[in-house]
């Protein structure tokens, strides 16, 4: 099943057509192994870690690659393995909600009993402050040590009005990260998000699959106590129970958070819940190859795909493997072959800048491998060029088309639209802006960092069935049947991308003002 695609000549490389070709039989050998079940469903911190990034080492040595911590491969991530008890039963008056059917609870906390103890809840809206925007749910309450009651997304998607916020473009006010950020700046001590799957982008089952068993946090020297207590989400059918044992009708009161005017809505009753957690510190890695460059070595354009999936969950009726073979067994083995690839060029014509491949750990619980990654400690975020991330390809046939993340961030963005017209495609805006996809991969922990990125991704628009049934879920496994058109498609793109940035002199800037664009701003004084 070898492909022949050939890549474009970039910057002031010419290469032989057969050394730039994707080699698919190399692709699909790659995700088989990753996505086996030998793999276990690459846990981090479990016996499927240690095949997989002793794998990706392996495979990078091959190529010719260096490792780039002192010469390993493998960057250590400590961090905290948190599971919290899944019997737990909520309890708010005469009223009983069960962990994963009805609710979800997790803390990032490094403690292992967290007691919500008749804790007043407060409907908050959106639970969004946004001075830009005019907008603050918290204005004019005090939910210190309380349990409030938030919507996922943000008020733009609910109204599709482009006035409000960016209509039914996500902005990150709507991620769930966001929520319980902004509420532990507000001194609550227990968020629910209220679970609709509009909004949310996904059904129930991703939220309980995604929630419940083993998470994996990074550790301060406060062992987290600026973390919110307790991070939790709601089902639709168990908010409307609550809000009728509180006398309120719950659209009622989500229309009125539609306003600016809204006010926090106090519900007179309290949560009780103990949140137990086992805790397990523990070292993770991310996997970090290196190409080194000539004249501007200290200058690096990263190349990234996470590793990591769900790992294994005991059931009532027994193990069920997460192979995560679309998410990201694909990406991480786009990266070996990209870097195979750019390998053959730079012997050719050696790259001035040097190139990065990073497969980071614990994407799935959280970015915590590319948090780490970004503070730059191995490599300054001034030093960084720009960031291209891959989070799951088109198994299916070639399109026409290749998907953008976000409108009018970046100057990758046209550098995009220059990669995909030579392989005669044309740049599609994403077809579900409301599902903030931008704010949701590991290239986001670069953006906050102001380094420019671009997110490859195809979960969904070639696969309809993707997202409802196999996205998070057991189903997500390799088939020796897909064309991996797709895939040959953006390894090429990739390639053709990145071989242009490490030979010419730019510095892709943001367009838009933002933080990102602040923060870039400050690097490169």
């Known amino acids: 099943m070898a492909s022949a695609l050939f890549i474009s000549a970039c910057g002031k490389n010419t290469v032989p057509q057969h050394e730039q070709s994707v080699s698919l039989d190399n692709v699909h050998q790659h995700i088989k192994v990753l996505a086996s079940d030998k793999f276990a469903g690459r846990g981090p911190l479990t016996e499927g870690e240690s095949l997989t990034i002793n794998y990706l080492a392996d495979e990078y040595k091959k190529i010719g690659l260096v490792g780039a911590v002192d010469g390993e491969f493998f960057q250590p991530v400590p961090m905290a393995k948190l599971t919290p008890n899944p019997d737990m039963v909520l309890k708010i008056g005469k009223l009983e909600f069960q962990a994963g059917k009805d609710f979800t609870a997790r803390t990032e906390q490094i403690n292992q009993t967290i007691d919500l103890v008749e804790s007043d809840i407060v409907f908050v809206g959106y639970g969004i402050n946004a001075p830009e925007y005019q907008w ?42 966001y929520k319980y950020e902004e509420a532990a700046r507000q001194g609550a001590k227990a968020v629910l998000i209220v679970h609709e799957t509009a909004p949310a982008a996904y059904p129930w089952g991703v939220v309980e699959s995604s929630n419940t068993g083993s998470k994996y946090t990074l550790i301060d020297e406060e062992n987290n106590r600026s973390k919110l207590p307790i991070m939790g989400w709601i089902q639709y059918e168990a908010t409307k129970k609550l809000m009728t044992a509180a006398g309120l009708d719950y659209a009622d009161l989500k229309k009125q958070a539609l306003m600016p005017s809204f006010k926090a809505t106090p519900l007179n009753l309290t949560a009780n819940l103990q949140l137990k957690t086992s805790i397990e510190h523990a070292e993770s890695n991310n996997v970090v190859a290196l190409l080194e460059g000539t004249s501007r070595a200290d200058e690096y354009i990263v190349v990234s795909a996470h590793w990591d999936h ?53 994407e799935e619980t959280g970015l915590i491998g590319s948090e780490l990654f970004a503070r730059g400690d191995l490599i300054p975020t001034k030093n960084m060029v720009a960031l291209l991330n891959i989070d799951g390809m088109n198994v299916l046939d070639a399109v026409d088309y290749t998907l953008q993340y976000g409108k009018d961030m970046s100057e990758m963005e046209d550098y995009l639209v220059k990669a995909a017209a030579k392989q005669q495609r044309h740049v599609k805006l994403d077809p579900r802006p409301q599902n903030g996809l931008f704010f949701r991969s590991d290239h986001f922990s670069f953006a906050k960092q102001g380094v420019p990125s671009l997110l490859f991704m195809s979960l969904g628009d070639t696969d309809p069935d993707y997202i409802t049934h196999k996205y998070h879920k057991e189903q997500d496994d390799y088939s020796n049947t897909w064309s991996l058109g797709g895939v040959e498609q953006d390894i090429s793109l990739i390639v053709d991308i990145t071989s242009e940035l490490a030979t010419n002199e730019d510095w892709p800037k943001w367009k838009a003002e933002s933080d990102f664009k602040k923060r870039r701003l400050q690097d490169r004084k």
């Open 136 to 177: 603050n749910d918290y204005q004019d309450i005090d939910v210190t040590g309380k349990t409030v009651i938030v919507l996922v997304n943000d008020p733009g998607f609910a109204t599709q009005d482009d006035a409000l916020f960016t209509g039914n473009a996500m902005t990150y006010y709507g991620r769930w990260t």
């Open 310 to 362: 769900f790992g294994t969950k005991q059931t009532a009726t027994g193990p069920k493997i997460y192979n995560g073979a679309v998410d990201n067994a694909t990406g991480t083995a786009a990266t070996i072959e990209i870097a195979r690839i750019l390998k053959k060029q730079h012997q050719d014509k050696p790259f001035e800048r040097s190139i990065l491949f990073v497969n980071f750990t614990a």
